[in-house]
Each structure stands twice: as C-alpha cells, then as structure tokens.
C-alpha cells in the first residue's frame, strides 16, 4: 500500500471525527461530562459504524496508525482553535446555560439545555443542597458539568491585613 492511501485513511478519520462533532452539536448532547448508560452504548455504537468508514477494508497496522494519526491532528488542531477564538469556541462547544436563577428553574433554558428537572434536581442533592429551591444559580458549563451555587455554602474573602500604623502624637 503506498503513502497516497494512508493519507486517504488520515482524511476520511478526520471527515468522520468533524461529522460526529458536528452531529453532536445539532443534536443537542451537552451533558458528556454525566453519561447515562443509554450514551455510554451510543457512543460505543457509533464508533463501531464508523470504523469502516475511516479505514474501508484496510485493517493493517498502518491502516489503524493512518487513522489515529489523522484524528490526533484534527483533534490537535481543533484544541488550538478553541483556545485562539472565543467565536469558534461558542460554534463548537456552545455556551453555558443558566437553568435556575434565585431557586425558580428557567423553563427555556432546560428546554434549551435538554434537561429534564428531575436531573437538575438530582445535580442539586449531589452538591449537597436539599433542593432548587434552596440555590442562588444552577449553571450548565460548556463541558456538560452542572455547577451549583447556593449561599448553604460559606463564602470566605481573603483579605491582606494592613500594617498597623503606629500615630506619632506628641
């Protein structure tokens, strides 16, 4: 197999790397960070139907080294983009969203977020607060994590202490 086919298979990993990216983002899914069963097998699924589709019937050494090698610069180079450009980075990886504000769930965001309440809920227990009711801010970052904010929580400021000014009062 020469060198034109190995760059051929780096091209069609990297085509099928870019459309689950894009698929992924259309569809919805933000919460990779909180895989249920039902996305564990998915995600192990579509790797299976598309391992044909990078390496077609070349199952070499070489074949597998000429994918990797073609996923490790995309992703490599899609990791500098999302560094380099805030524009990029929102297209890609999409933006946080608030679902609770001062305990009361905002109805758009979860539609948005493709949340149901009872997983906003169960996110809230797992920080330790009884309910939403009971947070300042529920937030779904951009990497799929859940971050909850409620003053349950002792917020501590760390000030410099001044020196003592000693008053030279005759």
Excluded: W
């Excluded at 380099?84 to 969203?97: A, H, L, T, W, Y």
């Amino acid at each position: 197999m020469n060198i034109i086919n190995y760059l051929i298979i780096a091209a069609k990993s990297t085509t099928v790397y870019l459309f689950i990216i894009i698929a992924i983002r259309l569809f919805g899914k933000k919460e990779l960070a909180q895989l249920s069963v039902i996305d564990l097998v998915f995600i192990l699924l579509i790797s299976n139907s598309v391992q044909n589709a990078m390496v077609g019937a070349d199952n070499s050494l070489m074949g597998g080294i000429a994918a990797a090698l073609g996923l490790f610069i995309c992703n490599y180079i899609f990791k500098l983009l999302l560094k380099r450009s805030d524009k990029f980075s929102k297209v890609i990886q999409g933006e946080k969203i608030v679902l609770v504000i001062g305990g009361k769930i905002d109805e758009q965001a979860l539609k948005k977020s493709m949340l149901t309440k009872e997983e906003v809920e169960m996110a809230v227990r797992e920080h330790g607060v009884d309910g939403i009711e009971d947070t300042d801010l529920v937030i779904l970052e951009v990497d799929g994590n859940i971050t909850v904010l409620s003053n349950n929580y002792t917020h501590k400021t760390i000030r410099k202490r001044r020196k003592p000014q000693l008053s030279h009062n005759p």
